[in-house]
Every structure is written in structure tokens, then in C-alpha cells.
């Protein structure tokens, strides 16, 4: 998920040297203002000349692909390709030089946005589960969540809270986040969402009980249709004693109430 800041407004191959790739820029005399050149630039080309400057700084993080993904690189070309078309088919002219390189981006983020199907729950817990005669609840809240809804492919973001009542063995933190993000990298609805992390959880280290809630905006809501900007989304699974008890299902929705919104 981490990357470095590279120039993608080239046309060449990714193995290309990104400084043979650097665009090439107005130079401006740091002592002067702009209209104090022999020319001044048009606004065409001062449009251009931000815009490959923009290229140029726009993180890597939609071109890099996640760890892990070598089975679907054969996918990008074809991917490419469909992006052009959807380019095209919207009115657009995908050879003009702002969107020269969008369709291979675009493929990228793609990839990126749904890296959660490359990845399994054996894969990320590892060896993280430990013995360890707990029997208290461990919560923990405010995950951020970033997903695409599968009926619009539009994103859906938002914030996810999981607590469980350990049953003589514990996972490792970080990889309740984890989880999260391998469901949430997927095409979802939030209430499958919940339920799979719920499910993952208790698969892993079987606990008196689980429970998720998961609170998101849907740019699907916000962005067409209804267009209603506030609207939020809640979803919860209860299992185990969060199901069956009411002062433990109680006691986790007060502990996290700040991400329920409440």
C-alpha cells in the first residue's frame, strides 16, 4: 500500500528511468514574475505545464501493484484497453495528453482497489495467535475502511469497530485491521462486509463471541440518486454471547459508541 511519489504522464514502459520521464517544465527567474519574461506563456500552455507537473507528483499508489498480485498482471493490457473504450464510449478522446496515461492508472487503482482477492485470512495471521488466558473483551475501533460497492463500483468509506471475548487464545491486533482491509479490498455491500469480518474472526480463534459494527458513507447515496451528503450507514453482526447477552452486547456498543456515531 505504500509507494513513492514517481512520473506516470509518459508513454513508455514502466522500466523506463524516471528522470528520462520528468516533464519538462517552464522555468521560471525566482527573482521575477512570470510577465517579466520575454514570453509569457499562453494559458494553454500553463494549463499543460500544472498538469504534468500534477502527473509528476501524483503518488504511485495507483500504478504499484500490491504484493502478492502476479496472477493478475496479465490482466492489465486487457484492462487498459477496456478503460479506453469506457473513455470513448463517454464522450472523451483518450489520446488527448491528459488522459494519454488514465486508462493503464486507472487499470492499476483497479487492481489496487480489489487487491483484497488476492489475499486469504491464512495468509495474514500467520503465526499471530496466541495462547493466553484472557477472558476479557478486546475492542478495537475506528478502523478506517475504504471499499467499492458492487452494485455501482463507486467506493463506500467509512469506519469499522470489532470486539471479541477471547476464549483462552488471542489474535494479534494488527490483524484484526487486516482482515478488515482483505474483505473491504473486494467488490461488497456493508452488510456481507460485516458479516465476513464477524465470520473471519471467529473462524480464527474461535471466542466466546463476536461483534462488528461498521458505520460508511456510500458515494452511490452521495454522489448520484438521492444525493443525500449525511447519510450514513450502520451494519452490525452479533455472535456468540454479543448475540445472546445483552450487558455484553451493551457493554461493546458503549465502548464503542464514538465510532457508532452516537
Given amino acids: 500500500m505504500n509507494g513513492t511519489g514517481r512520473d506516470r504522464s509518459y508513454s513508455g514502459t514502466l522500466n523506463s528511468s524516471p528522470s528520462s520521464r520528468r516533464p519538462t517544465l517552464p522555468r521560471f527567474n525566482s527573482f521575477q514574475a512570470p510577465y517579466h519574461r520575454n514570453r509569457a506563456m499562453s494559458i494553454d500552455e500553463t494549463v499543460a505545464a500544472v498538469s ?3 502527473a509528476y507528483e501524483e503518488d504511485v499508489e495507483a500504478l504499484e501493484l500490491p504484493k502478492g498480485t502476479s496472477s493478475r498482471e496479465n490482466l492489465l493490457p ?3 484497453e477496456t478503460y479506453q473504450d469506457l473513455l470513448k464510449h463517454i464522450g472523451e478522446d483518450p489520446t488527448r ?3 494519454i496515461n488514465t486508462p493503464e492508472r486507472a487499470a492499476k487503482a483497479m487492481m489496487f482497489f480489489t487487491k483484497g482477492y488476492d489475499e486469504t485470512i491464512q495468509d495474514v495471521l500467520n503465526d499471530a495467535i496466541f495462547d493466553e488466558n484472557h477472558d476479557q473483551m478486546v475492542i478495537i475501533k475506528d478502523i478506517e475502511m475504504f471499499s467499492m460497492c458492487e452494485h ?3 467506493p463506500f468509506i467509512g469506519k469499522v469497530s470489532v470486539g471479541y471475548l477471547p476464549n483462552q487464545r488471542v489474535l494479534g ?5 487486516r482482515i478488515v482491509e482483505i474483505y473491504s479490498r473486494r ?6 462486509l460485516t458479516k465476513q469480518i464477524a465470520m473471519a474472526i471467529t473462524e480464527a480463534v474461535q471466542p466466546a463471541g463476536v461483534g462488528v459494527v461498521v458505520e460508511a458513507s456510500h458515494m452511490c447515496m452521495v454522489m448520484r440518486g438521492v444525493q443525500k451528503l449525511n447519510a ?3 451494519t452490525s453482526t452479533m455472535l456468540g454471547v454479543f448475540r445472546e447477552d445483552q450487558r455484553t452486547r451493551e457493554e461493546f456498543l458503549t465502548l464503542c459508541r ?3 456515531g452516537s
Fill in 187 to 192: 467488490l461488497q455491500v456493508q452488510e456481507r
Fill in 258 to 260: 464514538h465510532s457508532c
Fill in 152 to 154: 455501482h463500483l463507486v
Fill in 97 to 99: 495528453p491528459g488522459l
Fill in 52 to 54: 504534468n507537473l500534477a
Fill in 232 to 234: 450514513k450507514t450502520i
Fill in 78 to 80: 486487457k484492462m487498459k
Fill in 173 to 177: 491486533l494488527s490483524k484484526i485491521a
